[in-house]
């Protein structure tokens, strides 16, 4: 007879265990048309790109997570029920207002939510939805 044992979470080391950071990895149907995206419409800076030609590519803006932008030209990608991606903001006024200055296609006007965000929403080339957010809520 097989016997289970059931350790108390207690009983779990948690200093050998520690994630150290995250970031986005997304499927790109092109990678060069992304790239010009996120940094001329969106601000982002290029990091590193890796290939020749470049398949994959990290950009970052500001002090956010990067992401990872992967060519998969037989791919589908932009499924937008499969991946968002969320940006918290400061002065989201000021983002909305850039980004529609430079062109960029609103998907979701800019407004207050009743779960306490101001947000906004775009798309990015390959259908990703690409959301705005900051909190309408006072810190207390």
């Known amino acids: 007879q097989r016997q289970m044992c059931i350790r108390d979470s207690a009983d779990t080391d948690h200093r050998m265990m520690k994630l150290e950071s995250d970031s986005a990895i997304l499927a790109v149907s092109n990678l060069e048309g992304s790239l010009s995206f996120y940094t001329e419409k969106l601000g982002f800076t290029l990091e590193s790109s890796h290939g ?21 030209k037989d791919a589908i990608v932009g499924n937008h029920s499969i ?18 200055s430079k062109g960029v296609v609103i998907d979701e006007e800019i407004g207050n939510k009743e779960y306490g965000m101001r947000e906004f929403r775009i798309k990015d080339p390959d259908g990703y939805l690409l959301y705005f957010q900051e909190s309408t809520v006072p810190n207390t």
């Open 52 to 72: 020749n030609p470049s398949y994959v590519a990290s950009i970052l803006r500001d002090q956010a997570q990067s992401i990872s932008l992967l060519c998969m």
């Open 83 to 100: 991946a968002t991606l969320d940006f918290r903001c400061q002065e989201i006024d000021a983002i909305y207002s850039e980004f529609q």
